[in-house]
């Protein structure tokens, strides 16, 4: 662990958060590893964290299914907390957010799948998105008195969909501190740490910037299913992080709590939410950590690299402990130039509906890898659904305003002429932007292999002002706008599944290219943070598709 990063001041934190976002914004012209890297696939880490010989349950196979079509979740405001969690509830959350719902074969454009078709690399697919398909979050849950399990610190083991017990004894109080936080917060919550090494092994220095948008995609994935059950989610992001750190045992160089959530749960009572808990404690003390915490199984790979600039940022957040942003304080970082029309706004159609249901979508969600085509074009109510829902993804943090906006380059519409345009999400239209052809402007700007953008019907940039969050909200501040650009993804994710079309994200492009063909219209502190492409798929598609869930999944019809 970095001592200058514990003991430096909230200026020096900013700087070396500010110093890695500069970093990310030029690695198409300047790499972030000071020496060359190429992941080492033969001795890639596990997929999931192991607590081998812990006791445990397993989780229902059958949860109970959310009752609001995905569009109403989506769209909700805040539900509130008419209802609450249940053990069956928060079992179907788990599994249809970061649970094994089916194993997947395709043929794709994606060099890096080869090999699926040997069980040892199969492709287990999640309702979450996450960067690579590596998933790296790990899931607690805090168990308090009143919810059924006997009290203690529950892991989420992904493949079995079981809960672990990794430590006995009611340490909800002691989360409640660390997130400075009143009885009313009850005493469940759900706790996510990120292993760094599960994604640095692929991207290096660049990971800390995709796990944070994985973090998003995550919650946003967390607040739908609530939603669809009327119940509202908040995420918290600004806490005591060595705290919760240290009840959990880990190091926060190699994993830490980027996120924590407090669940409303059925059956709670004042009386239970104000009591202090020392009736169930249990052993927590004599550790380097915390004791009674159980040890995971080691790490699978022989060498495990250390990156500086990443691991640098992440524990400049981790010691930025002071209470967030107050109200307001983000608005100005969020105001970004309205942009310089090159003609009429374009109204959007009518949003197709998104009638289907949650666990549907998130069971049928999937990245497209090049599979899109021009032999049927989109329909503008269909991408206008996508944008509304892209939009819906920015209200991921309680009172912050949204800090993300959307460009898009129109190719293949029905109906909407082919070119740049920035999506008016208040007024539901199209701003047509100067700015290049999307063709061959976007195939030279984007830096893989694996999808042609020129048979993507509509490509959306998410836009952002990042210097000015990190500036306004600190280090913790880089985490929430990257956590809202991946909800944004996994909003447009589930859009798209339920209207039977193809979509994808993709991180490696040419910033300084974006930024410069958009900084005239835009503005020079506007930056693009992702691309969401969207389209039909080609329909002789061969796949392979083996569903683990009892639940029905609706089947992608990517054709007239």
């Known amino acids: 662990m970095s001592e200058s990063a514990e003991q430096g001041g909230a200026d020096d934190r900013v700087a070396t958060v500010t110093r890695y976002l500069d970093a990310?914004?030029?690695?198409?012209?300047?790499?972030?590893?000071?020496?060359?890297?190429?992941?080492?696939?033969?001795d890639q880490p596990r997929s999931h964290k192991i607590y081998r010989g812990v006791p445990g349950f397993p989780l229902p196979d059958a949860p109970p299914q959310p009752l609001r079509p995905l569009g109403e979740a989506l769209f909700a405001q805040d539900p509130g907390e008419r209802a609450a969690f249940t053990v069956p509830l928060l079992a179907g959350m788990l599994r249809y957010s970061y649970g094994w719902l089916s194993r997947r074969l395709q043929i794709t454009a994606d060099p890096g799948q080869g090999g699926r078709e040997a069980y040892a690399h199969a492709a287990w697919a999640r309702g979450s998105a996450a960067g690579g398909g590596l998933y790296p979050c790990e899931l607690y849950w805090v168990c308090g008195p009143g919810a059924g399990p006997l009290p203690g610190v529950y892991h989420y083991d992904q493949p079995a969909h079981a809960l672990r017990r990794i430590a006995t004894g009611d340490i909800s109080p002691r989360v409640r501190e660390a997130l400075g936080a009143g009885p009313t917060a009850g005493r469940q919550f759900l706790l996510v740490t990120v292993r760094f090494w599960q994604n640095a092994f692929k991207y290096g220095e660049f990971s800390y910037h995709c796990v944070t948008m994985d973090l998003g995609c995550l919650l946003r994935t967390w607040q739908?299913?609530?939603?669809?059950?009327?119940?509202?989610?908040?995420?918290?992001?600004?806490?005591?992080?060595?705290?919760?750190?240290?009840?959990?045992?880990?190091?926060?160089?190699?994993?830490s709590v980027l996120a924590a959530v407090p669940l409303p749960w059925r059956g709670a009572t004042g009386d239970e939410n104000?009591?202090?808990?020392?009736?169930?404690?249990?052993?927590?003390?004599?550790?380097?950590?915390?004791?009674?915490?159980?040890?995971?199984?080691?790490?699978?790979?022989?060498?495990?690299?250390?990156?500086?600039?990443?691991?640098?940022?992440?524990?400049?957040?981790?010691?930025?402990?002071?209470?967030?942003p107050a109200p307001g304080a983000l608005v100005e970082a969020a105001a970004g130039k309205s942009g310089t029309p090159a003609g009429a706004a374009v109204p959007l159609p009518a949003s197709t509906p998104l009638t289907g249901g949650v666990a549907e979508a998130l069971a049928a969600r999937r990245s497209s890898f090049g599979r899109f085509s021009t032999h049927h074009p989109l329909a503008a109510e269909d991408l206008s659904a996508l944008l509304e829902a892209a939009a819906a993804g920015r209200r991921l943090h309680t009172g912050a305003p949204p800090l993300t906006r959307l460009a898009v380059f129109v190719q293949h519409v029905s109906g909407v002429r082919a070119g740049l345009y920035l999506h008016d999400s208040a007024a539901h239209t199209l701003v047509p932007l100067p700015g290049p052809a999307p063709h061959p402007f976007l195939q030279r700007?984007?830096?893989?292999?694996?999808?042609?953008?020129?048979?993507?019907?509509a490509v959306l940039v998410v836009l952002a002002r990042p210097h000015a969050v990190v500036a306004a909200a600190g280090p913790r501040g880089y985490r929430l706008l990257n956590a809202e650009v991946g909800a944004v993804a996994q909003?447009?994710?589930?859009?798209?599944?339920?209207?039977?079309?193809?979509?994808?994200?993709?991180?490696?492009?040419?910033?300084?290219?974006?930024?410069?063909?958009?900084?005239?219209?835009?503005?020079?502190?506007?930056?693009?943070?992702?691309?969401?492409?969207?389209?039909?798929?080609?329909?002789?598609?061969?796949?392979?598709?083996a569903s683990l869930t009892p639940s029905p999944r609706t089947d992608r019809t990517d054709h007239p």
């Open 224 to 255: 739908t299913w609530a939603a669809s059950c009327g119940i509202g989610l908040h995420p918290l992001l600004w806490y005591d992080e060595p705290e919760l750190d240290r009840l959990l045992g880990l190091d926060p160089a190699t994993e």
């Open 491 to 545: 909003t447009a994710y589930l859009a798209a599944a339920a209207l039977g079309t193809g979509c994808g994200a993709a991180l490696g492009f040419d910033y300084e290219a974006l930024h410069t063909a958009l900084g005239l219209a835009l503005g020079p502190d506007t930056w693009p943070l992702l691309l969401l492409m969207t389209g039909h798929e080609r329909p002789d598609r061969p796949r392979f598709d």
């Open 274 to 324: 104000e009591g202090t808990g020392d009736e169930n404690d249990g052993p927590v003390t004599g550790r380097r950590f915390t004791p009674g915490v159980a040890t995971p199984v080691a790490e699978r790979s022989r060498t495990v690299r250390r990156f500086p600039a990443a691991e640098a940022a992440q524990l400049a957040a981790a010691y930025d402990t002071g209470r967030g």
């Open 445 to 457: 700007a984007y830096t893989l292999n694996n999808y042609n953008l020129q048979q993507a019907a």
């Open 24 to 42: 990310v914004l030029r690695r198409a012209s300047v790499p972030m590893e000071t020496e060359p890297f190429e992941p080492d696939w033969q």
